[in-house]
């Protein structure tokens, strides 16, 4: 079955840096957009970023854009979220998710699939 499996979040303090990665299994990873969300307490939850299968064209909320880097490593089955010059308002549990249809809209949630359990990031200011 398919599963999304986070890893990488923890306690930085503000203008931090972590790395979140993604281990994926169950499905043929190559052929899926992939894609961030996030959701801090008492908010709904908001997509941060988001990578087509090729590589290369990638997508972002506009409060990560310069801070944030997603990728993936299409030999590892695995996808990340590089997270520079953290804030506060960061802190959140994100969210892998497996994208349905490589060009459907990022930002609605109805066009993803499969979730990972999440992962908590918490900046410290």
């Known amino acids: 079955q398919v599963q999304l499996v986070e890893s990488g979040g923890g306690l930085v303090q503000t203008g931090g840096s972590l790395r979140l990665s993604c281990a994926t299994s169950g499905f043929t990873f190559v052929t899926y957009a992939m894609a961030w969300f996030r959701q801090a307490p008492g908010k709904e939850r908001e997509f941060v970023a988001g990578?087509?299968?090729?590589?290369?064209?990638?997508n972002y909320v506009d409060s990560v854009e310069g801070r944030f880097t997603i990728s993936r490593d299409n030999a590892k089955n695995t996808v990340y979220l590089q997270m520079n010059s953290l804030k506060p308002e960061d802190t959140a549990v994100y969210y892998c998710v497996r994208k349905m249809g490589d060009y459907s809209n990022w930002r609605d949630l109805n066009n993803y699939d499969h979730w990972g359990q999440g992962t908590q990031v918490t900046v410290s200011s």
């Open positions: 990578i087509r299968w090729r590589g290369s064209l990638t």
